[in-house]
């Protein structure tokens, strides 16, 4: 696993192993950054289920602004400080061992983010907890790219309120995994033209 380009462009990068984290793929990621490539300079970027922290590191290496990474796991949060100091990043990077429910309750009212990577396990209901904790705490700022990784499209759970919080940018498949990119209703951000 690499950053596909970028100031970091061809770092390789450690990943945790055993089968607690599921790494996006290679043809994953490269799907993400085309529809978003337009879209990352100067942003401030939240990589809540940070796993090896390559998802916020590409954001870097391509010009975000900064980015926070957390993870629940100690490990991981290991690998993703090693793996922000060998892309050089490091300095642009605040990373915690942190629980994506925790983090977003802290940082509601106090902090906003413009893109924020969503990857939590496939089996659990944090991608539902998650979208519900952001539309309700403000932590997406106006415009903000919500990237969700999910193996269906079926990210609101039939919750008809939570779907009237956001606005589906893009939503596209790639084998197993899918890719759902929201943005805040009413709050006018796009994906550039070009890339829709």
Same mark, same amino acid.
């Given at each position: 696993?690499?950053?596909?380009?970028?100031?970091?462009?061809?770092?390789?990068?450690?990943?945790?192993?055993?089968?607690?984290?599921?790494?996006?793929?290679?043809?994953?990621?490269?799907?993400?950054?085309?529809?978003?490539?337009?879209?990352?300079?100067?942003?401030?970027?939240?990589? @809540?289920?940070?796993?090896?922290?390559?998802? $916020?590191?590409?954001?870097?290496?391509? !010009?975000? +602004?900064?980015? %926070?990474?957390?993870?629940?796991?100690?490990?991981?949060?290991?690998?993703?400080?090693r793996n922000a100091k060998g892309t050089r990043l490091f300095d642009r990077c605040r990373v915690s061992v942190m629980d994506a429910e925790q983090f977003?309750?802290?940082?509601?009212?106090?902090?906003?983010?413009?893109?924020?990577?969503?990857?939590?396990?496939?089996?659990?209901?944090? @991608?539902?907890?998650?979208?519900?904790?952001? $539309?309700?705490?403000?932590?997406?700022? !106006?415009? +903000?790219?919500? %990237?969700?990784?999910?193996?269906?499209?079926?990210?609101?759970?039939?919750?008809?309120?939570?779907?009237?919080?956001?606005?589906?940018?893009?939503?596209?498949?790639?084998?197993?995994?899918?890719?759902?990119?929201l943005t805040p209703a009413d709050s006018g951000g796009e994906i550039s033209e070009g890339e829709k």
């Open positions: 696993m690499r950053i596909i380009t970028g100031t970091a462009r061809g770092k390789k990068l450690e990943t945790l192993e055993g089968e607690n984290t599921r790494p996006t793929g290679e043809r994953v990621k490269e799907a993400v950054f085309s529809m978003i490539q337009f879209d990352i300079e100067g942003r401030r970027v939240l990589d @809540l289920f940070g796993g090896s922290g390559q998802l $916020a590191l590409e954001a870097l290496s391509r !010009g975000a +602004a900064s980015a %926070v990474i957390t993870d629940i796991s100690p490990e991981a949060v290991e690998i993703i400080k977003l309750r802290r940082a509601a009212g106090r902090e906003s983010f413009d893109i924020i990577f969503l990857d939590p396990p496939y089996a659990s209901d944090l @991608l539902y907890k998650s979208l519900v904790l952001i $539309a309700r705490g403000g932590v997406a700022s !106006g415009g +903000a790219l919500i %990237v969700c990784e999910s193996p269906d499209g079926d990210i609101f759970r039939g919750d008809e309120a939570l779907r009237a919080s956001y606005d589906i940018v893009r939503s596209s498949g790639y084998g197993k995994a899918h890719i759902t990119i």
